[in-house]
C-alpha cells in the first residue's frame, strides 16, 4: 500500500485497483467497443425504446459484462412509473 | 529430431521477451538439447548482445532468407554451451525483408537438426510479429505484473487465437514478492485470472539478470540466481516437465496458493 493511501486511511491496495481496471479495460478492449461508444450505443437505445414506451431516461443503464468465457451487453431499463404516466396522459 | 518451435511474443516491448528466449535457449541446452534461437526483430537486433554472441555475426536471418548464405553458415555456434545456436536479425533492414512464408520454411529446415527452436519476437502487432508466429507450434507470452502490460499480453492472445496459435502459454516476468505482499503489485494469479491461459513460468525481479546481460552471460548459467533458476524449471517444464511453482521462485507461502490454482488444468 503506498504512503498516500495510507496518509487517506484507505484500505485498499494498488494491486486491487490494477486488477479491476484491468477487467473493465479488457471488456472493452475484447468487444472492441469504447466507453465511449457505449455512451452513444446507450443514447440511440434510449431514443429508440422512448419511441414505444415511457422510460425514466437517467435510470438506463447499459453495461459489459463477461463471465466465464461469455461477454454480455447488459442493459437495465426502468420504466417511468405508472402515476407519472397516469399523468403525462392525461 | 523433430524440432518443436517455441516463439516468445509480448505485444509491449521491455517486458523481457529477449531476455526470456536467451534464458529459455540456454537452459534447453544445458539440459542437453540441441537448440537454435532465432531473433526475429529485424532492424533492432539484440538477442546477440543478451546471449554474447555479438563479436562472432558474420550471415544474419535476411541472408538466409534472400539466399546470399546457407543456413548453416548463418548459425552462430555458443561455444560455452554445447548444442546452442543463434540466427541473428539484419540489423540495416526492416521487417518487410521477411515473410511469415519465409520464416515458416526456415523453420522447417531447422526441424530435422534441432529439439527446440526459440523465435524472439519484436515488440508490436504488425508484420514482424506475424512473421515471428507464423512457425511457431507454441506461443509464450511474456508479460510483467503491470496493467499495460497484462492488456496487451491479452490483445495479443487473441491474435494469436485468431491465427489458430492456440491460447499461449504465459510467463510472468519481473515478479516482486515482497510488493506483492504488501499488495502493491498484481500477483500471478490475478493475471491468470484475467487473462485466463496456462502458466509456464515466474520470474522473479533480480539484478542478477542485469549484471548478465552486461556481460553476456545469460542469467539461466548462473546457477546462484533465482531468475536464473526460475528460467530453468520454465524452460523444463515448456519441454514436457511436470515441476511444480513452489518456493525456489519466490516468497513462500503466495506461490503455494499458486501451484494449487495451476495444478487441477495438468501441464504441458
Given at each position: 500500500?503506498?504512503?498516500f493511501?495510507?496518509?487517506?486511511?484507505?484500505?485498499?491496495?494498488?494491486?486491487?485497483?490494477?486488477?479491476?481496471?484491468?477487467?473493465?479495460?479488457?471488456?472493452?478492449?475484447?468487444?472492441?467497443?469504447?466507453?465511449?461508444?457505449?455512451?452513444?450505443?446507450?443514447?440511440?437505445?434510449?431514443?429508440?425504446?422512448?419511441?414505444?414506451?415511457?422510460i425514466?431516461?437517467?435510470?438506463?443503464?447499459?453495461?459489459?459484462?463477461?463471465?466465464?468465457?461469455?461477454?454480455?451487453?447488459?442493459?437495465?431499463?426502468?420504466?417511468?412509473?405508472?402515476?407519472?404516466?397516469?399523468?403525462?396522459?392525461? | 529430431?523433430?524440432?518443436?518451435?517455441?516463439?516468445?511474443?509480448?505485444?509491449?516491448?521491455?517486458?523481457?521477451?529477449?531476455t526470456?528466449?536467451?534464458?529459455?535457449?540456454?537452459?534447453?541446452?544445458?539440459?542437453?538439447?540441441?537448440?537454435?534461437?532465432?531473433?526475429?526483430?529485424?532492424?533492432?537486433?539484440?538477442?546477440?548482445?543478451?546471449?554474447?554472441?555479438?563479436?562472432?555475426?558474420?550471415?544474419?536471418?535476411?541472408?538466409?532468407?534472400?539466399?546470399?548464405?546457407?543456413?548453416?553458415?548463418?548459425?552462430?555456434?555458443?561455444?560455452?554451451?554445447?548444442?546452442?545456436?543463434?540466427?541473428?536479425?539484419a540489423?540495416?533492414?526492416?521487417?518487410?525483408?521477411?515473410?511469415?512464408?519465409?520464416?515458416?520454411?526456415?523453420?522447417?529446415?531447422?526441424?530435422?537438426?534441432?529439439?527446440?527452436?526459440?523465435?524472439?519476437?519484436?515488440?508490436g502487432?504488425?508484420?514482424?510479429?506475424?512473421?515471428?508466429?507464423?512457425?511457431?507450434?507454441?506461443?509464450?507470452?511474456?508479460?510483467?505484473?503491470?496493467?499495460?502490460?497484462?492488456?496487451?499480453?491479452?490483445?495479443?492472445?487473441?491474435?494469436?487465437?485468431?491465427?489458430?496459435?492456440?491460447?499461449?502459454?504465459?510467463?510472468?516476468?519481473?515478479?516482486?514478492?515482497?510488493?506483492?505482499?504488501?499488495?502493491?503489485?498484481?500477483?500471478?494469479?490475478?493475471?491468470?485470472?484475467?487473462?485466463?491461459?496456462?502458466?509456464?513460468?515466474?520470474?522473479?525481479?533480480d539484478?542478477?539478470?542485469?549484471?548478465?546481460?552486461?556481460?553476456?552471460?545469460?542469467?539461466?548459467?548462473?546457477?546462484?540466481?533465482?531468475?536464473?533458476?526460475?528460467?530453468?524449471?520454465?524452460?523444463?517444464?515448456?519441454?514436457?516437465?511436470?515441476?511444480?511453482?513452489?518456493?525456489?521462485?519466490?516468497?513462500?507461502?503466495?506461490?503455494?496458493?499458486?501451484?494449487?490454482?495451476?495444478?487441477?488444468?495438468?501441464e504441458?
Amino acid at each position: 500500500m503506498s504512503f498516500f493511501n495510507r496518509l487517506l486511511g484507505e484500505n485498499r491496495s494498488s494491486a486491487k485497483s490494477a486488477k479491476e481496471r484491468l477487467q473493465l479495460v479488457l471488456v472493452h478492449d475484447r468487444a472492441d467497443l469504447s466507453p465511449g461508444n457505449l455512451e452513444a450505443l446507450k443514447d440511440e437505445v434510449i431514443d429508440v425504446i422512448s419511441r414505444y414506451v415511457d422510460i425514466d431516461r437517467r435510470a438506463v443503464s447499459i453495461s459489459l459484462t463477461k463471465d466465464r468465457n461469455e461477454q454480455r451487453l447488459v442493459a437495465d431499463i426502468p420504466l417511468a412509473n405508472a402515476r407519472r404516466r397516469r399523468g403525462s396522459a392525461g | 529430431m523433430t524440432a518443436k518451435i517455441a516463439t516468445i511474443t509480448s505485444g509491449k516491448g521491455g517486458v523481457g521477451k529477449t531476455t526470456a528466449t536467451a534464458n529459455i535457449g540456454v537452459a534447453l541446452a544445458s539440459m542437453g538439447k540441441r537448440v537454435v534461437c532465432i531473433d526475429a526483430d529485424i532492424g533492432l537486433r539484440n538477442l546477440d548482445v543478451v546471449m554474447g554472441l555479438e563479436n562472432r555475426i558474420v550471415y544474419d536471418l535476411v541472408d538466409v532468407v534472400e539466399g546470399r548464405c546457407k543456413l548453416r553458415q548463418a548459425l552462430i555456434k555458443d561455444k560455452r554451451l554445447n548444442g546452442l545456436y543463434l540466427i541473428p536479425a539484419a540489423q540495416t533492414r526492416d521487417k518487410t525483408a521477411v515473410s511469415p512464408q519465409d520464416m515458416i520454411k526456415l523453420a522447417d529446415d531447422l526441424r530435422s537438426e534441432f529439439d527446440w527452436v526459440i523465435v524472439d519476437s519484436p515488440a508490436g502487432i504488425e508484420r514482424g510479429f506475424r512473421n515471428a508466429i507464423a512457425p511457431a507450434d507454441v506461443v509464450l507470452v511474456v508479460t510483467n505484473p503491470e496493467v499495460s502490460s497484462v492488456r496487451d499480453a491479452d490483445r495479443i492472445i487473441g491474435l494469436i487465437e485468431a491465427e489458430e496459435k492456440g491460447p499461449g502459454k504465459l510467463i510472468v516476468n519481473r515478479i516482486k514478492p515482497e510488493m506483492v505482499k504488501r499488495g502493491d503489485m498484481l500477483d500471478t494469479p490475478d493475471i491468470l485470472d484475467v487473462l485466463a491461459i496456462e502458466l509456464l513460468g515466474i520470474i522473479p525481479e533480480d539484478e542478477h539478470v542485469i549484471v548478465a546481460s552486461n556481460q553476456g552471460l545469460p542469467v539461466a548459467m548462473d546457477p546462484k540466481s533465482r531468475a536464473g533458476r526460475a528460467f530453468m524449471n520454465t524452460a523444463r517444464r515448456l519441454d514436457g516437465e511436470d515441476v511444480p511453482f513452489e518456493s525456489l521462485e519466490g516468497a513462500d507461502g503466495f506461490f503455494g496458493r499458486l501451484s494449487r490454482l495451476v495444478k487441477p488444468g495438468g501441464e504441458g
